[in-house]
């Protein structure tokens, strides 16, 4: 013998009833069953509030009565033929006379008690149960309905009764011996107390009378039909991935119902618990999904063997923190009890509980709601411990949810609370308070309302998805090595996907005049066409817009060459979202800058990367920290690092003017966006400056000597001025070069580093030199380190260039992102 309930969406208008009855044909081909219903979807809410509004003296109660009265018409016509609809239309008739003389009564009287609010929800059930009843009988099922009040007995608390088993069990077991019938239809929710006056067992409460129902029969299974194909591992509004649970133990369950999986009734679940009865979670919308099956501990162990150790992940909103603190509190035995009388008095209910062993502070976790009247509660309670100054006042913070971990299995697995704590400190998620029962059914956080979706996508992640870890770019200066990153991305996301488990989702794209932003992602091989039509850049907005999202593994990358976005680093550090920036200004500012972005990176749990900030997409400060690290010790470094100087001096010969040249180099995508930073020899100035406090020596820009070559006046006035100006100069460009070809040299731009002291400049290289066969826009970078005494360790290859940056950005990424 089987019971089934069906909720109120389950039972919500004529269509969906047609699907219970088949349901329930179904099952009744092979055995026996009771069908416990709820009110049609909403009815009961719709029921309480026309007694509120009665109460209030407001006659919209009418206008709900009298829509009230047309669900149920409207019900009754599309399931039942005319001819036969008479005797149930009213029935309808009358009980919506009854409801409207009640509510008149109440409008009259200005008053409702728990009394009458009981005697009118339980028209929903009533009525909903007869309908569905009468229906079935018309298709032909040998159908019987009872009205719970006949067999379920309780106390008189109204809206909240608890059941007497010791009468209840045996009526149920009288009352539905299926002697005369294969289905009983029954309300449920409602029951009544000794004097046969209605009382009702709590919302949720059908689920409840279904379990009784269950217990009492000891029947084989309970199926609560629902309109979610089962038990989820986290909430599928706030978790995308989230996904059916197929077998779960009564007390996880119970855990998650607590806390907010509104799937099952937790206090359902005792009665078929007690009796080891199992219970399906099913869909009526979707019959043939498997459901989730719900049994004991060992059946679900067995089962959980190879799964997950953790079932599921909750949360509750509307939490409000109370810190009872005070240095009097300190070895005296009694506070923990006044305080949770103080609470329970009020009738307030203690949702968490965390007490620090000092014995300092308790802190407790109720409903928001509640929060004023436990102060005023809780201040009485301590008034005199208060004026001596033992006990500080009441802390009351707001705001605030409860994430939880769900699982039988995570108290023999050690490390779980560990890898929680961790991946929420990861994503910047900071844990309020800190709660887990000894039986480590659950771990509780108390964190910010505003972290809710953010740590449970964190959380379901990591303990759940092994498909892929989600990251999420904002990206700043899709220009020249922008827009490569951005195709680099398109074309590789898949194996990303495949290979490494990632998948990456580029959230925010800017540039200097447009910025647009899409939480699922920017499509990108659209985003040239959409972004000139985006609204305009702001950096201030897109930092805001960017933080705002506040998603897990976020990452920010720069790709411009702009000093002002260098400067908003630290805002994500900050919120543990990584920077990865491919403009050197950042790591080449002063010192104390660069060494603090490094602090906040550590300090909150992100990364600060630069790798192409020196030699582009070469590993440069990679193998650099490698070396570091591993204790061996930089004492020299000699390099070549700028792609387009070297470009410039490998292809000036002659044959077309220097100023020439230059300009092929910036056409090539070499230069910095401001050539004059190359020539001029600031950019390698950066990089050699970078290098240096890689390797450990605190150096600042100034410390470095530049003995540049240009002209002074070429520096002055626009890009366009610059180029005019080297044209003017070519007979010293010329010069530079014959002096050179004098000495059977090259000119190569070389940066040094040796004993705590930079410099930059051109030099005449010969063909025994490390650095004479460097073609094209290639970068060399020599480090002599204590290990490598003799022969230095050498990084050679293209140092500039769209593609080979934008690959290095591509690799700092990916390194960020695991
Ligand atoms: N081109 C190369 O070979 C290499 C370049 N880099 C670095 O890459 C960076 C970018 O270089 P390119 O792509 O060649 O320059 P680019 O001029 O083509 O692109 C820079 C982008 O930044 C945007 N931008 C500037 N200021 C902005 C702001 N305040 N807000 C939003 N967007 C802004 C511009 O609109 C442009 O889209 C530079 O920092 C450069 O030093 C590093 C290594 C090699
Ligand atoms: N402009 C730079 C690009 C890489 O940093 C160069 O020419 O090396």
Redesign the pocket.
């Known amino acids: 013998m089987k019971v089934l309930k069906f909720g109120g969406t389950s039972v919500a208008n004529a269509e969906n009833i047609s699907k219970v009855v088949s349901i329930v044909k179904n099952t009744i081909r092979e055995d026996k069953a009771v069908v416990v219903v709820s009110a049609l979807g909403g009815l009961t809410d719709m029921l309480l509030k026309s007694a509120a509004f009665a109460a209030e003296g407001n006659e919209d109660y009418k206008q709900l009565i009298a829509e009230i009265e047309k669900r149920h018409f409207d019900t009754v016509k599309a399931l039942i033929p005319v001819a036969h609809q008479s005797h149930l239309l009213s029935i309808v008739k009358t009980a919506v006379n009854e409801i409207e003389d009640i509510c008149n009564g109440i409008f009259l009287l200005n008053e409702i008690t728990p009394r009458i609010k009981d005697r009118l929800a339980a028209y929903g059930e009533w009525l909903s149960s007869q309908i569905i009843a009468a229906y079935m009988q018309f298709d032909g099922v040998k159908v019987q309905w009872v009205d719970a009040r006949e067999m379920i007995k309780t106390n008189s608390n109204y809206t909240q009764a608890q059941v007497d088993f010791s009468l209840t069990l045996p009526n149920i077991a009288r009352t539905l011996d299926h002697k005369s019938c294969d289905v009983y239809i029954v309300s449920g929710f409602i029951a009544s107390n000794e004097k046969g006056i209605t009382t009702t067992i709590g919302r949720g409460g059908s689920d409840y009378t279904a379990a009784i129902i269950a217990a009492a029969l000891n029947a084989d299974t309970l199926e609560i039909w629902t309109d979610v194909s089962g038990m989820m591992t986290a909430d599928p509004r706030l978790a995308a991935n989230a996904k059916v649970i197929d077998r779960i133990s009564y007390g996880e369950a119970m855990e998650l119902s607590h806390f907010g999986a509104k799937v099952i009734y937790p206090p359902t679940l005792q009665p078929v618990m007690n009796k080891n009865i199992p219970v399906w979670i099913k869909n009526t919308f979707a019959p043939e999904d498997p459901g989730t099956l719900i049994v004991n501990d060992e059946q679900s162990v067995v089962a959980a063997a190879s799964e997950n150790i953790v079932r599921g992940i909750s949360s509750i909103n509307n939490i409000a923190l109370l810190s009872l603190e005070g240095s009097g509190m300190v070895g005296i035995p009694g506070f923990s009890k006044r305080l949770f009388e103080a609470l329970s008095q009020e009738r307030i209910n203690v949702i968490l509980i965390t007490q620090s062993s000092s014995e300092h502070s308790i802190c407790v976790a109720v409903d928001a709601s509640k929060a004023e009247l436990a102060k005023q509660a809780v201040d009485a309670a301590f008034a005199g411990e208060q004026a001596l100054q033992l006990v500080d006042p009441l802390k009351v913070e707001t705001g605030l949810s409860i994430v939880a971990l769900v699982g039988e299995q995570m108290k023999s697995h050690p490390g779980v609370s560990g890898r929680m704590f961790s991946a929420l400190g990861r994503n910047g998620i900071n844990v309020r308070a800190i709660a887990q029962g000894s039986s480590e059914k659950n771990i509780s956080a108390v964190v910010s309302t505003e972290d809710v979706a953010k740590a449970i996508n964190v959380l379901h992640e990591d303990f759940f998805e092994t498909t892929y870890k989600q990251v999420h770019l904002f990206i700043?200066?899709?220009?020249?090595?922008?827009s490569k990153l951005l195709e680099q991305i398109d074309q590789q996301n898949a194996w990303l996907q495949e290979r490494l488990k990632l998948k990456i989702n580029v959230v925010g794209i800017?540039?200097?005049?447009n910025m647009m932003f899409h939480k699922k992602g920017i499509d990108l091989k659209s985003w040239k066409e959409e972004l000139p039509k985006a609204q305009p850049?702001s950096?201030q907005d897109f930092v805001e817009i960017a933080l705002s999202h506040n998603l897990r593994n976020s990452i920010f990358v720069d790709?411009?060459?702009?000093a002002?976005?260098a400067a908003v680093y630290d805002r994500f550090l900050q919120k543990s979202v990584s920077v990865v920036a491919?403009?050197?200004i950042a790591a080449s500012s002063e010192y104390k800058i660069y060494k603090r972005l490094k602090e906040l990176a550590s300090a909150y749990n992100c990364k600060f990367l630069f790798e192409?900030?020196v030699g582009?997409g070469l590993p440069v400060i990679g193998t650099l920290n490698d070396l570091v690290h591993s204790g061996d010790k930089v004492h020299k470094i000699e390099a070549v690092l700028s792609?387009t100087l070297n470009y410039v001096f490998n292809h000036y010969d002659g044959s077309r003017s220097f100023s020439e040249v230059v300009r092929q180099a910036q056409a090539e995508?070499?230069t910095?966006?401001d050539p004059r930073l190359d020539l001029g020899g600031t950019d390698v100035m950066r990089k050699i400056l970078i290098l240096a406090r890689e390797a450990g020596y605190e150096m600042e820009m100034s410390d470095i000597v530049n003995n540049a070559f240009l002209p002074a006046e070429c520096m002055e006035g626009s890009v366009e001025a610059f180029y005019e100006c080297m044209q003017r100069h070519e007979a010293h460009f010329r010069k530079l070069l014959e002096e050179a070809k004098e000495k059977n040299c090259k000119l190569k731009f070389v940066a040094t580093f040796e004993n705590g002291k930079a410099a930059v400049g051109l030099q005449h290289i010969s063909p025994d030199n490390d650095l004479y066969n460097l073609y094209g826009k290639d970068n060399v970078v020599l480090f002599y380190t204590s290990r490598y005494a003799e022969q230095p360790l050498v990084i050679k290859g293209a140092g500039?260039?769209?593609d080979v940056?934008a690959s290095g950005v591509f690799a700092d990424i990916v390194r960020a992102a695991q």
């Not at 700043?476 to 922008?482: C, D, I, K, L």
Request: net charge neutral.
């Open positions: 700043v200066g899709v220009g020249n090595v922008g800017s540039n200097s005049r850049a950096l790709i411009s060459a702009n002002e976005v491919c403009n050197k192409t900030n582009a792609g995508g070499y910095e966006p500039a260039g769209a940056t």
